[in-house]
């Protein structure tokens, strides 16, 4: 079965910590794309990549940088943490970049920031 | 103003009922048009898409898409207490290099 991995299901970070969250996907998708899920908001694009060592800003990346070294990974960084940062964060990876043949997310990780 | 809307509900009929999802758009050069189910703790998944304007049907499900009004519709037919979830809609345009632009979300509860 195919999937994206998310390293942590749940993280609790304090203010001005660095923090990774990772993902991992096993389909030999060249897209990825880190997004956060708020109430009402929706989903928002916070980086993407189309191929490894490329990366593009989103709609809201600022506080945020990633790291794409290879093909299967995509790394998100919160440079130091803040309370407006608590979220849920989901990694989602794609083979078209139409999206039609489908974003294949991971299950999200729930940051909060205390 | 958003450029796709999307009622968060929640959405609540028993089950068994047609139920009718939708979103508005305002951005006319939007071809490619997705809904995707969403259980709770769990990342989207993909329902169906369609290319332009028409209809696609796919068993229960039906996405119908109105390019004129700028309005795209899924109908959930048998409604069955596993289709509570949230159903989110998104669009795509190749003048935005096929950037996703996603809908909130309508929370739907199919009550047995």
């Known amino acids: 079965d195919v999937k994206v991995t998310q390293s942590s299901r749940y993280l609790v970070k304090r203010t001005g910590e660095k923090v990774f969250l990772e993902c991992v996907q096993d389909?030999?998708?060249?897209?990825m794309f880190w997004y956060r899920q708020d109430p009402g908001l929706g989903l928002r694009l916070i980086y993407f990549?189309?191929?490894?060592?490329?990366?593009e800003k989103g709609d809201i990346p600022e506080g945020y940088s990633v790291s794409r070294e290879k093909k299967e990974r995509f790394s998100l960084i919160l440079e130091s943490a803040s309370t407006n940062q608590t979220s849920m964060y989901l990694c989602?990876?794609?083979?078209?970049?139409?999206?039609?043949?489908?974003?294949?997310f991971g299950s999200g990780t729930r940051l909060t920031v205390v | 103003q958003k450029e796709v809307e999307q009622d968060p509900g929640p959405l609540s009929v028993p089950e068994g009922a047609i139920v009718s999802l939708n979103c508005t758009y305002s951005?006319?050069?939007?071809?490619?048009f997705m809904w995707y189910r969403q259980y709770s703790r769990k990342g989207p998944e993909l329902l169906m898409y369609?290319?332009s304007s028409g209809n696609k049907e796919d068993g229960r499900f039906t996405a119908q898409v109105d390019k004129s009004s700028k309005y795209i519709s899924l109908f959930i037919r048998d409604s069955q207490p596993s289709d509570s979830a949230t159903y989110l809609c998104?669009?795509?345009?190749?003048?935005?290099?096929?950037?996703?632009?996603w809908g909130a979300g309508t929370k739907l509860i199919i009550k047995p």
């Open positions: 389909m030999d998708h060249e897209n």
């Open positions: 990549s189309y191929d490894v060592k490329m990366k």
């Open positions: 989602a990876s794609s083979w078209g970049r139409t999206g039609i043949y489908g974003y294949t």
């Open positions: 369609t290319y």
């Open positions: 951005n006319s050069a939007f071809q490619y």
């Open positions: 998104a669009m795509s345009a190749r003048n935005s290099n096929y950037q996703l632009i």
